[in-house]
Each structure stands twice: as structure tokens, then as C-alpha cells.
């Protein structure tokens, strides 16, 4: 029995004697968005939970938003796992800060690291420098960064403000940016390496098992759904569906579209960190209020303005991070801009001219029975031919009830909105609903 454990007891350790460690590469490649941020983690969970010997974060960038960058810092700085950045060949603006984050910056022949001012976009497409605010928030982050890796804070502080001056390093008014031989001799690198395996062999980890990870499909997804085009085109496309459905009877395409594009919004932006609860209530006490305003309340005043000022917020704050810059500002007031513009827009053309495509009356589910379904009463709408004439019993947004040669019928305007008492004409008779017009008006074209 002894020889059978002392057996077992030699290959157990012979087996943990051999075993390879484990180190994870997740390259950064390109811009740096809001989906490179999921992805980071992703791999610096895999690596703790895996007892890793190493996270190498291979990188190759000309930077990107600020925001983005923070969240890859701060889980670069709370990884329990080594990390190593390795430029190859250049981490520029957000980059040098995601590299700053690592216990160890590696940096190829002829790599760059630096020129990290935060700027913001000019009237005419052009970048132009961020405020001081801005400035100061972005310097302070790359210093309480480099005091936590143990680097000379100064010389990152230079790569961001080019008020610092470093004597024989950087002149005053010029920002820095280093080459792999300046950074090692300034002590803002740790080492040079022109490949992963030199790279593994200067950790004593030659022949470690190699485990390369790229973004799945889910943070591709949410790295596509957040680009800044993208955003604006679902929450307008989300927002301009919900209010065509609340200005048409019954539930249709319109609203289901809008739906969806809404959730595919706020989920890519919650796993972002970037939709709470917060931004939700805000969103949806606005809604709330603005639905008060047209069913309830006639006219337009304090809650309207409330819902429509609630709605704008939570919008705005749904695309902006931690560590709000101007840059950031600017940004979310440009995207829902750009959304409530798409919203405005393509609702107004919807309810103008949907009605009279002949598609565009099978767009609303029906709600009513089909009419040999049950014997029903005759409807007043029998009654009623093109043509009749009567009057709105209340106001068309653009449906509404309509009184039409002495019956009380459902009515829906062509888009436009219709005061009580108008006089009107019908157009049409659907099944449920008569289609109105004001008296005197024209068709379009004819």
C-alpha cells in the first residue's frame, strides 16, 4: 500500500513538474472605442481565473476616445495576473495610456509611445486642443497612473500638456513622444523586444502554452453598435418607431422597430458601463411625462417641457464614461442631436406620406375580429361613403374621433394634427377607422 501511494505521490508531481504555464495574448489593434473595453477584461478574467503566468496586450494604435481607454486602465490595474503592453510599433495618444497601465512596457525597434493631448473635433471636420479642463483631467489620470507603476510621472505628464517642460528631455510648448531607445533610457519602458517570444524568454516563460484571444461576437457586436453613426441611427431609428405607433391606432411594424433599435442601444451601452439605472429612469420618467402631455394634458407646458428635458439628459449621459471631458460633452450633444434630427425627420415623412402608399395601411396589426368571425350589429361606418362631410368631435394627433353625417367614428388625419371642431371630408373608409382630411384641402399632385 505504501509503494502503491509513493507511485502515485511521484506522478502527481512529475505531472505538476511539467506542465507548461500559461500565458494570454489579446491584441489592440487600431482605435481604440468602447469596444475594445468588454474585450480587455474579458481577457483579464480568463487569465486570473486560469492562473496565468502573463496577459500580453500586443498593441498598435494612434489612440482613440479617452473614456474607453480609463476602462482598459482600470482593469489593467486591478488584474491579479502579470501584464506586459508591447508596443509594436506605436502606442500613440489613448494607447500610451492603456500601455502605462501594465506592470511591464516591452517596445520593438523603431516603437513610438506618446503625443497623448486630448482634442476635440473643429467646425470644418478638423481635431483642434481640448480645453484645460479636459487637459488637466487626461494629465492627472496618465500621473496617479505612472506613481502606480513605479514611472517617472513627468514624462508622461509631458506626453499630455505641452505646458511641461523637462529640461534636455521636451522644451515647453512642444508635447513628447518617445522612441523605443529614449524610453528605456529615460526608464519609461521596461525593456526592448522585437517579438512575443523574446518578450516570454526575459520572463523565463520560453515554452509557455500560447492562448491568443479576439473579441467574440457579442462585443464585436457591441464595438459596432456603440460607433458613434451607429448610436444615433438606432436611438433615432428607436425613438422615431415609438412615436409614429403613438400617433397611429394599434401596434404595429413602427413600434416593434422602434423597440428593438431602442434595446440593442441600451444593452451595448450597459455592458459599456455607460447606461445605469440612472440614465433608465431618466429616459423613461421623461417618456412618461411626454405621454402625459398628449393624452392628458391639453396644450404644451411644464410637463412636456420636464419629459422632453428628462429624455435629453438621459440620452446625453448615455453616451458619455467615466471621467466626463468637454471632448465628451461635445460628443454626446453632437450624437443625440444627430438622433433627434433622424427622429424628427423620418417621422414626419412616415406619417405624411404612409397613409397613402398601399402598403402602408397593412403596416398596423388589426385588434378587431375578422367580420364573419361573429354576427356583429351593423357599424356606423356602413354608412359612411368618400366624399361625407361632418366634423372632428376631438382632436386628430393625427387619430383622434371624428363626427361624420351624425355618427361618432374613430378618425385618422394624413399625419397633420387637427384641432377639435374642425370641419372635415372623408377620404377613405377603412375597417375600423375613417381616413379625414380638413375641408377645402387638396390631394397632393393633384
Known amino acids: 500500500m505504501l509503494a502503491l501511494w509513493a507511485l502515485l505521490f511521484g506522478a502527481s508531481a512529475r505531472g505538476q513538474a511539467t506542465a507548461r504555464p500559461i500565458v494570454y495574448v489579446a491584441p489592440l489593434r487600431g482605435e481604440i472605442d468602447n469596444g475594445l473595453a468588454p474585450y480587455v477584461q474579458r481577457a483579464v478574467r480568463e487569465a486570473d481565473q486560469a492562473g496565468a503566468a502573463a496577459l500580453v496586450l500586443p498593441i498598435d494604435t494612434l489612440g482613440g476616445r479617452v473614456d474607453a481607454a480609463l476602462v482598459i486602465r482600470d482593469a489593467l490595474l486591478d488584474a491579479r495576473v502579470p501584464t506586459v503592453a ?9 494607447g500610451a495610456l492603456i500601455a502605462l497601465a501594465a506592470e511591464d512596457i516591452a517596445m520593438a525597434k523603431g516603437a513610438t509611445i506618446g503625443a497623448a493631448a486630448p482634442v476635440v473635433a473643429g467646425p470644418q471636420g478638423q481635431t483642434e486642443p481640448a480645453g484645460e479642463k479636459a487637459t488637466s483631467f487626461v494629465r492627472k489620470e496618465f500621473r496617479a497612473t505612472a506613481e502606480a507603476r513605479g514611472r517617472p510621472p513627468a514624462l508622461f505628464e509631458a506626453m499630455v500638456d505641452s505646458d511641461v517642460e523637462i529640461p534636455d528631455v521636451v522644451a515647453k510648448g512642444k508635447l513628447l513622444t518617445l522612441t523605443t531607445e529614449e524610453a528605456l533610457a529615460l526608464g519609461a519602458a521596461s525593456y526592448r523586444a522585437d517579438s512575443l517570444d523574446e518578450i516570454l524568454a526575459k520572463r523565463g516563460l520560453s515554452g509557455a502554452e500560447i492562448r491568443t484571444l479576439a473579441p467574440n461576437w457579442a462585443e464585436s457586436l457591441v464595438r459596432f453598435s456603440t460607433s458613434p453613426l451607429v448610436s444615433s441611427l438606432l436611438l433615432g431609428f428607436g425613438l422615431m418607431g415609438l412615436f409614429v405607433e403613438i400617433r397611429t391606432p394599434g401596434f404595429g411594424v413602427p413600434g416593434i422597430v422602434g423597440l428593438v ?20 429612469a431618466l429616459v423613461g ?3 412618461a411625462l411626454l405621454l402625459l402631455e398628449i393624452f392628458v394634458i391639453p396644450g404644451f407646458g411644464l410637463a412636456g417641457i420636464l419629459g422632453v428635458a428628462a429624455i435629453l439628459a438621459g440620452l446625453g449621459m448615455s453616451f458619455v464614461g467615466p471621467g466626463v471631458t468637454a471632448e465628451g460633452a461635445v460628443r454626446a450633444a453632437t450624437e443625440v442631436a444627430l438622433a433627434l434630427a433622424i427622429m424628427l425627420g423620418g417621422a414626419a415623412l412616415l406619417l405624411r406620406f404612409l397613409p397613402r402608399l398601399p402598403f402602408g395601411r397593412r403596416l398596423v396589426l388589426e385588434t378587431g375580429h375578422p367580420e364573419r368571425a361573429l354576427p356583429f350589429p351593423a357599424s356606423p361606418l356602413d354608412a359612411i361613403l368618400p366624399g361625407d362631410l361632418g366634423k372632428a368631435a376631438s ?26 371642431g374642425t370641419p372635415l371630408e372623408v377620404l377613405r373608409v377603412e375597417r375600423s377607422y375613417v381616413v379625414v382630411r380638413r375641408v377645402g384641402e387638396k390631394e397632393t399632385g393633384e
Open 395 to 420: 382632436p386628430l394627433r393625427p387619430s383622434g374621433v371624428a363626427e361624420i353625417t351624425g355618427a361618432r367614428v374613430n378618425a385618422l388625419s394624413e399625419g397633420e394634427y387637427i384641432p377639435a
Open 261 to 280: 433599435c431602442l434595446a440593442l442601444f441600451f444593452w451595448s451601452h450597459a455592458i459599456l458601463a455607460l447606461v445605469g439605472w440612472e440614465e433608465l
Open 285 to 287: 420618467g421623461g417618456i
Open 86 to 94: 508591447f508596443v509594436d510599433p506605436r502606442a500613440i495618444s489613448a
